[in-house]
């Protein structure tokens, strides 16, 4: 059954700190007491640091990058043959967002040319494209539709639903592969780290005592189409602020902004939407303009009654997959049908220089969800806001 233009999640998939497979995932996501971060100096020698690290990862693919999105793709191998079969794989897109694609791969390869003055024969420059993760998932499905890796930071893995989305309205396409990975490297944990950006603690989102992020790796799939589904694509809202290469906006007025224009693309009043998953990196720019942001837009008076929190303490900042993994997030407590949220993890001690965000890390709601909005905001302003909407159950 296809619903016009209405655009419906399947098949949601994903790996990364809480656990290999949407299953273990869903079950830590909404009971975890303590975080999975794992504290090494594998990517930032001499300086241990808390990471959202994904364990025993057989590396199947040609970069970590890509097998994580093995390990993603490997559930949802049915689900796509049997489009395949009623649509032809030309009528299938890939849609994904990164930041890293095979960086690490090319590090390992750096390092290696200065030992031994030559490259490895099993490096090439192709594992580090952009590109590399959609053609890594389209070539793995035999599928030869649209093809393409967004790379906007943060905000990636959400555009990437965003952008997928919009080759099913237009017609392009029958069904689409979305989401994102991103992998630890060095350049991503040290970049952060030259930005003062990271703390050698898990992560304290909106917390008075909060000292930046962890960073995180993942991969999160699901499969849009316009056949009807448990969960819908029921609203986007994309703005770009450009106040700076790397801080927010301090008022928080283009997030507001996206998150506005979502409300108004799913036809929603703010009071509709049931929980936001938020952006919270723990930084304390960012901390500040979110609360500023939710309150406009969900509040009154300077403080928004809405429930809320983030999740990244217990994943890490997965960067380009943040968009995506916190949209399964979103999925998965819609699905449940009973109300719990998924758990924020920090001291509970409010900043009150923040916006007042009265229900901020609460578990659980009275009534089950049947919307929820997810939160992303990257470098350079760019920010998105999807909201999801339980179809039935």
């Known amino acids: 059954m296809t619903t016009g233009n ?156 965003a952008s ?27 970049g952060f780290l030259s930005l003062a950006a990271v703390s050698d603690q898990q992560c304290n989102p909106f917390s008075l005592n909060r000292r930046g992020i962890n960073i995180g790796e993942a991969a999160a799939l699901m499969i849009l189409s316009r056949e009807l589904g448990p969960v819908r694509l029921a609203g986007v809202g994309e703005t770009s602020d450009a106040h700076h290469i790397s801080a927010p906006e301090p008022e928080g007025r283009g997030a507001a902004a996206a998150m506005a224009t979502a409300l108004a693309n799913a036809g929603l009043a703010p009071a509709a939407v049931g929980y936001i998953n938020l952006h919270g990196t723990a930084t304390e720019q960012n901390d500040r303009m979110e609360s500023l942001a939710v309150a406009r837009v969900f509040g009154v008076d300077g403080s928004a009654d809405i429930a809320c929190g983030s999740t990244k303490s217990l994943t890490g900042h997965t960067l380009g997959a943040a968009g995506a993994l916190e949209a399964v997030f979103c999925y998965l407590a819609l699905i449940r049908g009973d109300g719990q949220l998924p758990r ?25 969800l049947r919307y929820a909005m997810s939160n992303s905001f990257a470098f350079g302003g760019n920010n998105i806001s999807l909201i999801l909407e339980r179809c039935h159950g």
């Not at 237009?170 to 994102?180: H, T």
Request: proline share 5%; with cysteine.
């Open 6 to 161: 209405h655009v419906y999640l399947h098949q949601v998939s994903a790996i990364c700190a809480l656990g290999a497979d949407i299953h273990s995932i869903g079950t830590r996501l909404f009971s975890d007491q303590c975080s999975p971060l794992v504290t090494t100096d594998a990517y930032s020698p001499n300086r241990p640091l808390p990471l959202g690290l994904v364990d025993d990862l057989p590396l199947v693919a040609d970069t970590r990058n890509n097998s994580l999105l093995h390990a993603a793709l490997a559930p949802m191998r049915g689900e796509i043959e049997r489009l395949k079969q009623r649509f032809g794989g030309e009528r299938i897109g890939v849609v994904l967002g990164s930041s890293t694609s095979g960086i690490a791969e090319g590090e390992a390869a750096i390092a290696h040319y200065v030992q031994h003055g030559s490259l490895p024969e099993t490096f090439h420059y192709r594992q580090q494209e952009i590109s590399a993760p959609s053609c890594f998932v389209a070539s793995e499905s035999g599928l030869y539709g649209p093809a393409w890796t967004i790379s906007t930071a943060c905000t990636s893995g959400a555009k990437a639903i």
């Open 164 to 190: 997928g989305a919009r080759l099913l309205q237009l017609g392009v396409c029958d069904a689409v592969i979305v989401g994102g990975a991103d992998s630890l490297c060095r350049l991503t944990v040290e």
């Open 344 to 368: 924020q993890l920090w001291d509970g001690v409010r900043d009150p220089q923040l916006a007042a965000l009265t229900r901020l890390g609460v578990c659980q709601v009275g009534d089950p």
